[in-house]
């Protein structure tokens, strides 16, 4: 099954602060990547992967149906 952004951040029993924090963003631009309204900056994938456990790939994997979602909204 894939899965968005967000469905990551659940698995991984994150907050959107605690996200923002490690990214050093707002928390409404992580809003807006789970949203589909905003892209991550290639140099984001890496910390995000591993703040998430999961690989590279899969953050790509969903980041793509994050904005998929997002456009269909």
Not at 12 to 23: F, M, N, R, Y
Not at 46 to 51: D, K, T, V
Not at 66 to 72: F, L, T
């Amino acid at each position: 099954m894939s899965e968005s952004l967000r469905d990551l951040r659940k698995a991984s029993e994150k907050t959107l602060a605690e996200v923002a924090k490690a990214l050093h963003v707002t928390i409404q631009t992580v809003c807006r990547y789970e949203n589909g309204k905003r892209r991550l900056n290639i140099d984001q994938v890496i910390p995000l992967a591993r703040l998430y456990h999961v690989s590279a790939e899969d953050i790509i994997a969903a980041q793509a149906i994050s904005e998929a979602v997002g456009k269909s909204e």
